[in-house]
């Protein structure tokens, strides 16, 4: 099946920091969506993007269907950016999504 | 605006008991999922369904049962809990669309000890 790779594993940002979290995965994809778990557990869907670029205020998307690999950008990072962030596809077989590991993300006030 | 609604929240069992977790959206989502998240990992797949009487078995199926009777309801059933079925338990909805569809929307989990 599918293989996701996330990177990096950990991160600390000083509040105000910019950052870039990729997502790679190892063969074509029907769609891929990015999720923000917040410390209390919850699921928030970020973007639903399969390819080309997405932006939502300070978060952007970007995946690259062909190269296989998605990136998403936090711009002047806030202390509620802190949780786990995912990255999940779905393959041309169809429906069974696969997580990757995620991105734990800390930004310190 | 309830979306998905999970219950129970939290719940302990004993090994070989038996529950059902209980899932609902009221967002006409054809599409439901059940998936398992244990302690620092990615979520896994239990099972899916596309439509009314129609399922389907993802990732990890084994120890676990789902009927879909109506659109809004997806119950996921564990018949004989064992310890390795500790996990936090979260089901999720979308939109039919290519392959898997619209983005999913997910509930807020059920915490589940087995002890």
């Known amino acids: 099946g599918i293989q996701v790779e996330q990177s990096p594993p950990d991160l600390i940002l000083q509040e105000g920091a910019n950052s870039t979290l990729r997502c790679n995965f190892s063969d074509s994809v029907n769609n891929l969506q990015w999720f923000h778990q917040n410390p209390w557990g919850q699921l928030i869907n970020l973007f639903y993007i399969p390819s080309g670029t997405k932006q939502n205020g300070r978060l952007s998307a970007t995946t690259v269907a062909t190269e296989r690999y998605s990136l998403l950008y936090i711009s002047s990072s806030q202390t509620t950016d802190s949780g786990v962030y995912f990255c999940?596809?779905?393959?041309?077989?169809?429906?069974?999504?696969?997580f990757g590991a995620g991105t734990r993300l800390f930004v310190k006030a | 605006n309830a979306g998905v609604t999970q219950t129970p929240k939290f719940r302990i069992l004993k090994i070989g008991q038996s529950m059902t977790l209980q899932c609902t959206q009221d967002?006409?989502?054809?599409?439901m999922y059940w998936y398992r998240q244990d302690p620092g990992m990615g979520l896994k797949l239990i099972y899916y369904?596309?439509?009314?009487?129609?399922?389907d078995k993802g990732e990890v199926p084994n120890g676990y049962n789902v009927s879909r009777s109506t659109t809004e309801d997806f119950p996921l059933r564990l018949e004989l809990a064992a310890p390795s079925q500790t996990s936090v338990y979260f089901c999720a909805s979308s939109y039919p669309g290519q392959g898997a569809g619209q983005p999913q929307h997910f509930g807020d989990g059920t915490r589940l000890s087995i002890l």
């Open positions: 967002m006409n989502h054809n599409y």
């Open positions: 999940a596809v779905e393959g041309s077989m169809g429906f069974k999504t696969i």
């Open positions: 369904s596309v439509g009314a009487g129609i399922t």
